[in-house]
T-cell receptor, first 113, second 116 residues
Framework: AQSVTQLDSHVSVSEGTPVLLRCNYS??????LFWYVQHPNKGLQLLLK??????LVKGINGFEAEFKKSETSFHLTKPSAHMSDAAEYFC???????????FGAGTTVTVRA | DGGITQSPKYLFRKEGQNVTLSCEQN?????MYWYRQDPGQGLRLIYY???????QKGDIAEGYSVSREKKESFPLTVTSAQKNPTAFYLC???????????????FGSGTQLSVL
């Protein structure tokens, strides 16, 4: 069994300040972990993924996430928020060779000018 | 350009009516999926298909049906048995079967279904 908990339903930051989106997971086996972003009226886009290689994963648009097995966490960060980062973010877990993905409930990010 | 096309963008269903959501991909992907998105609940898997003429139930398959007669197409029917169909529906696909078949999902733009 696998599941994902996104610890914040809504995060509000000022432009130029750091962004932290928290994600905890549970998985019976070694997981694959992903972060997806959904902008208003658009489809989902893959930000980054972890598949048992380096624990610090760099993604698009300046985002990165760190896999911490001891804490079962995969938090997403960005050093400096931009207005275009306002969107819904989903943390996703799956297992290798398994088509089923489990999505978190999502975190809405708003960016203040 | 390759991608996934969902139609219609908005769909309204009357009580007791079956409706079908279309999903077409030209990415030559083997696997296709249907997800339902409700506010505060993330995406939940309805059905998925790994190859033509084969599909499996996801976590919330009750009240839905699918078919996979062609590699490019994976339509979803919301039947009258689905008592709470109002939601945003996303279709997705992923690439050829490899060790890491869940490497990357490509998503459509979604269909918003509402009940009249």
């Amino acid at each position: 069994a696998q599941s994902v908990t996104q610890l914040d339903s809504h995060v509000s930051v000022s432009e130029g300040t750091p962004v932290l989106l928290r994600c905890n997971y549970s998985s019976s086996y070694s997981p694959s972990l992903f972060w997806y972003v959904q902008h208003p009226n658009k489809g989902l886009q893959l930000l980054l993924k972890y598949t048992s290689a380096a624990t610090l994963v760099k993604g698009i648009n300046g985002f990165e996430a760190e896999f911490k097995k001891s804490e079962t966490s995969f938090h997403l960060t960005k050093p400096s928020a931009h207005m275009s980062d306002a969107a819904e973010y989903f943390c996703v877990v799956s297992q290798v060779n398994d088509y089923k993905l489990s999505f978190g409930a999502g975190t809405t990010v708003t960016v203040r000018a | 350009d390759g991608g996934i096309t969902q139609s219609p963008k908005y769909l309204f269903r009357k009580e007791g009516q079956n409706v079908t959501l279309s999903c077409e991909q030209n990415l030559n992907h083997d696997a296709m999926y249907w997800y339902r998105q409700d506010p505060g609940q993330g995406l939940r898997l309805i059905y998925y298909s790994q190859i033509v003429n084969d599909f499996q139930k996801g976590d919330i398959a009750e009240g839905y049906s699918v078919s996979r007669e062609k590699k490019e197409s994976f339509p979803l029917t919301v039947t009258s048995a689905q008592k709470n169909p109002t939601a945003f529906y996303l279709c997705a696909s992923s690439g050829p079967i490899t060790i890491s078949t869940n490497e990357k999902l490509f998503f459509g733009s979604g269909t918003q279904l509402s009940v009249l």
